[in-house]
């Protein structure tokens, strides 16, 4: 069964066809890091971790690029450093909210059992790609310069508003903003704007200034995933005005005839029947969900809804998350511990694969995986010459889509972990500090945390 997606461009389910199979290309945009991202901004996060996941299965793990950016440069995080660190220079100040809220964002979604994507690309890192952009842009005829800024000429692209299926001409008519009287058109957007000598700026041939938000994607996405790529995401809100507007950038400045071909989007949360908003006091942040459950149940209650619906974030869905995991645990065997080696020890449960290769439905996997438990805890069917085969594909279905319990519900072979230690230690002693993260990772992942000690030793322990 081939993998369909369903694509906001053509507004249909279509076979999934990588440019490359040797390079499955994805982006999609991450955090704009001023402060604890919240509940609903976890919903992108887990659902292109799954298809990250499911890529990676069906691809191989390392014919696939996943692009994930940091938004470090924003008018919203000027005003937070301003805030927080009022006697610091502002540079400095910045550099104190960006770096700690995308730590924070980071260990989220690491307990939300998120793979770190292959590249994350913070925008402060790739000012001199935009300027090349914007640059490209003008020298095409889709930018200008006007007053204090530089703006993408939204009539020079005949076909602007593909994405959205908005109509220039509708646009205009219902534009309820008087036209800056700089802008030559009021659907023309802000590339670069430049910075009072107190604002963060870079130098440009403009002029010293900040770029866009929407310049920002295009130009990371190009520069680690090419000018035409597979596939992009993010939430439906981003669908108009920034994805359209990283589309006019992109195929403008390269002269293509798309950016990325399939474009999907995944539906809005709401808390408790409400939308969340700070002034109703039920704005949940990830962080406030991890302190009291595991960061699989919150990612099991996101996936109970298929990606492109609304989800209804309750209390209950995090109870019935917390049932059906800990039926599903009990039959979980890592793949380190693994049975014979008479079937594929790497094959999952072929309707879960068939669920999540139907436009990634998740609900649908979850009722196999049910039914799947069901049958596993069924002492008639346990003495089948495939119980453990389907132990395995049960297991293997579990860790694809980042559901593997991390309490160890197996016993700890103390043996191997010692050698896990002495490797790592031999690994630092050669300096290669790449081999001994990833030794380290390798065990907590098993559930050990280790520690080093002050002598020279390591020792360990489990997590519970
Ligand atoms: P932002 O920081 O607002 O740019 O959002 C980061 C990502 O979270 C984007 O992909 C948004 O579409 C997504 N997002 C923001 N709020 C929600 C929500 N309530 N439900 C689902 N996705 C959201
Ligand atoms: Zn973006």
Redesign the pocket.
Known sequence: MPLRLYNTLTRQKEEFQPLDKERVRMY?????VYDF?????????IVFDVLFRLLRHLYGESHVTYVRNI?DVDDKINARALRDFPDLPLNDAIRNVTEKTASQFFADVKALGCLDPTVQPRATDNIPGMIEMIRALIARGHAYQAGSEVLFSVPSMPDYGALSQRRLEDQQAGARVAVDAHKRDAADFVLWKLSSPEEPGWDSPWGRGRPGWHIECSAMSSRYLGEVFDIH??????IFP?HENEIAQSRCAFGTSVMARTWM??????VEGQ??SKSLGNFVTINDVLQEWPGEFARYSMLLTHYRQP?DWTRSKLIEARSSLQKFQKWYVPLEIGFSADYDQSAVDVEVLESLQDDLSTPEAFSALHRLATDLANPALQSRPDHNKRLSEFSRSLDLLGLAPRKQLVDIDATRVDAFISARLEARKAKNWAESDRIRDELAAMGIAIKDNKDGTTSWEVKR
Request: hydrophobic share 35%; glycine share 20%.
């Open positions: 999609v945009c991450g955090p704009t991202a919240h509940i609903g901004n976890a919903r992108p996060v938004t995401g993010g939430g439906l809100d981003l920034h989007h995944n539906g809005f949360l709401q939308k969340m989800i």
